[in-house]
Nanobody
Framework: QAQVVESGGGLVQSGGSLRLSCEASIRVFSINTMAWYRQTPGNERELVARIIHGGRTDYADSVKGRFTISRDSAKRTVYLEMNSLKPEDTGVYYC?????????WGQGTQVTVST
C-alpha cells in the first residue's frame, strides 16, 4: 500500500507553471514538517521546500521566490506550486517528512521543463 502518492507533474515550457500534489497516509503525514524533494538527472535527491508546524516555510536557494509549498492537514495533502520553471527544474519530485522516512518514499512525479 502506497504511503504517499505524488501527482501533477508533466511537460511544460520554460517559464511555465505546475502544481504538484502529495496525498500521504496517516502514518506519513506529519503536522510537524512535510517537504518536497527532487532528484534531477545525475544528482542526488535534494530537499526543495518544507513546511513546518505553524506554517513556516523554507526553500532551497535555487527555487526561492518561484516555488510555494502549502498543505491541507484535513486532507493530509501537501502542495507545491511551481512558477517560472526552468529546464534545470527537470526531475522527479517526491514528498516525505523532513527528515525523510526511509520506508515511505513514493514513486514521485516527473516534471520536465523544455527550453
Amino acid at each position: 500500500q502506497a504511503q504517499v502518492v505524488e501527482s501533477g507533474g508533466g511537460l511544460v515550457q520554460s517559464g511555465g507553471s505546475l502544481r504538484l500534489s502529495c496525498e500521504a497516509s496517516i502514518r506519513v503525514f506529519s503536522i510537524n514538517t512535510m517537504a518536497w524533494y527532487r532528484q534531477t538527472p545525475g544528482n542526488e535527491r535534494e530537499l526543495v521546500a518544507r513546511i513546518i508546524h505553524g506554517g513556516r516555510t523554507d526553500y532551497a536557494d535555487s527555487v526561492k521566490g518561484r516555488f510555494t509549498i502549502s498543505r491541507d492537514s484535513a486532507k493530509r495533502t501537501v502542495y507545491l506550486e511551481m512558477n517560472s520553471l526552468k529546464p534545470e527544474d527537470t526531475g522527479v519530485y517526491y514528498c516525505n517528512q523532513a527528515p525523510p522516512l526511509r520506508w515511505s518514499w513514493g514513486q514521485g512525479t516527473q516534471v520536465t521543463v523544455s527550453t
